[in-house]
Structures are given as structure tokens and as C-alpha cells.
């Protein structure tokens, strides 16, 4: 081919740059809450909100939430990984369902906007499921 001139449309390589993003900013969000939130104590409001959980006081709240963190962070890297991408996302959907559920349930007056969880995870749930079906659609299956 000489300097200067394009590849007919067919022969270019399928766009790749930017395919990522979507799941490269799920995966931060979960290593954010899992391991700077969680492991390393970085939001101190969310152990008491896991301590307000009936019947996991003190030790167990703190192995409950080291627990949770460890699930986040892996999840985090699951997601980077692109491997079965819907399972990923499934998966991160009953993760946050069930931490929303039981903060709002037994931890709501450590959550000081409520209303505002609620819909910053139903937008966080919608960007897991946007980068699990772009991953997908991108190997074809």
C-alpha cells in the first residue's frame, strides 16, 4: 500500500480503542469499595453499617466486611478479565441488591442520602451490564 492511502472499510481492524472503558470503570468502582473501603478501612461508615446487622457485632461485623471486601475486589478483577462477562455482571447485580438491602434495612442511619445510594447503584448496575454486553458482543458470543 503506498504512504498515504486507506484500506478499503472491510480490511481495517474492528475499533478497539475505548472498548474497555465500560468495564475498566466497573472494575475500579469494585476494587474502590473492596479494597480501599473495605480491606483498608477507607470508609468507616460502611463497618457500621455491616455492625448495625443483627447478630454481627463487633469481631464477626469486621470478618463480614473483610469477607465482602475480598468478594469486591476479586469481582473487580473478574470483570477486568472479560472472561463470561453476563455471569460477572449478574453476579455484581445480586452483590449490590443484597448490600443495598441490608444497609437500608439495618444500617440506614449510618447512610446519609438513601434515595441517592439507590439510584447512584441502579446507574452503577446499568454500566456493569453495558461493559458485560460490549465485552460479549466484542468475542462473539
Known amino acids: 500500500m503506498l504512504f498515504g492511502a486507506v ?16 468495564a475498566a470503570a466497573v472494575a475500579g468502582v469494585w476494587l474502590y469499595h473492596g479494597l480501599w473501603c ?20 463487633g469481631r464477626r461485623a469486621k470478618m463480614v466486611l473483610l469477607g465482602l471486601g475480598l468478594a ?11 472472561v463470561r462477562p453476563r455471569l460477572a455482571a449478574a453476579t455484581g447485580t445480586a ?26 447503584n441502579l446507574g452503577f448496575i446499568a454500566m456493569a451490564w453495558l461493559a458485560a454486553e460490549s465485552d460479549r458482543v466484542a468475542v462473539g458470543k
Do not use: Y
Not at 469486591?72 to 472479560?82: K, P, Q
Not at 442511619?109 to 438513601?114: D, E, G, L, S, T
Open 72 to 82: 469486591e475486589t476479586a469481582l473487580a478483577g473478574w470483570v477486568i478479565s472479560g
Open 38 to 57: 473495605k480491606l483498608l478501612g477507607g470508609c468507616p461508615e460502611q463497618a457500621l453499617v455491616v455492625g448495625d446487622v443483627p447478630g454481627l457485632g
Open 7 to 22: 484500506s478499503p472499510p472491510s480490511a481495517l481492524p474492528p475499533r478497539q480503542f475505548g472498548r474497555r472503558f465500560p
Open 95 to 120: 452483590l449490590v441488591v443484597g448490600m443495598n438491602a441490608g444497609g437500608l434495612l439495618f444500617g440506614r442511619r449510618h447512610i446519609p442520602a438513601p434515595k441517592g445510594l439507590v439510584l447512584e
